[in-house]
């Protein structure tokens, strides 16, 4: 009963939020999306804050490093993401497609067929059967952003969608593994309880923060 109230919650949550996230990209006021990104950020900055004070060490706690990380961390990356949604939305809604169906395929797949895992001291249950497993699914999410461009016929414009797809899934990995890496160090299982059965803002947009200033480096010189 219990595990289903969570899945409940989880799903509930996780409904919202993704709905939240797509209106500010779609409607066609770029304000609402700017606003929700310095709302998150800090959010964000404020979670950081509250994990290094509950669960930092006095060494940790008196480090200026530990105190201007996530200045570093999440602005730098976040002013990233505001930057792709000027270029075009239709940019900023392939970050995040690519980064929820690697996310879910990852998950899926390693959960059936995993047996290599990726990270084991760093993320025990996360396995190369379902990084590929994302990165096959959020490749095809690329060939399908392809046909919203101008020329959705062009092989070259297919190479460019699939190439922002390998970026964000590989990058976005990356920050999902340093953000849980951030986690065993200060030996906590979730960033903050803000989102009921998901954890943090810092569990649900790791990987946005390391995937968004490379695939604005790689938008700016494929120009898709």
Request: some cysteine; proline content about 3%; overall charge positive.
């Amino acid at each position: 009963m219990k595990i289903k109230s969570n899945f409940v919650k989880r799903a509930i949550t996780g409904t919202v939020f993704v709905a939240v996230i797509l209106t500010a990209i779609l409607v066609n006021t770029p304000v609402v999306f700017f606003g929700l990104v310095w709302f998150l950020s800090v959010l964000m900055i404020n979670e950081y804050r509250i994990l290094l004070k509950n669960h930092g060490t006095t060494e940790q706690k008196k480090n200026l490093w530990y105190s201007v990380f996530a200045y570093f961390y999440i602005i730098i990356p976040l002013s990233c993401l505001v930057f792709i949604h000027w270029l075009n939305p239709l940019y900023t809604l392939a970050l995040f497609a690519f980064v929820w169906v690697n996310d879910t395929f990852a998950y899926l797949v390693g959960s059936a067929i995993g047996k290599r895992k990726l990270f084991e001291r760093i993320s025990p249950k996360k396995t190369w059967e379902g990084f590929f497993g994302g990165l096959i699914f959020a490749v095809f999410a690329g060939f399908l952003f392809s046909h919203f461009t101008t020329d959705y016929c062009s092989t070259n414009n297919l190479i460019k969608w699939i190439g922002l797809a390998v970026v964000v899934v590989i990058f976005g990995t990356m920050g999902d593994l340093f953000e849980s890496y951030i986690k065993r160090n200060l030996n906590v299982k979730d960033s903050g309880t803000i989102l009921p059965g998901h954890g943090g803002l810092l569990d649900r947009l790791d990987s946005i923060l390391f995937a968004a200033p490379v695939a604005l480096i790689y938008l700016l010189l494929v120009r898709l």
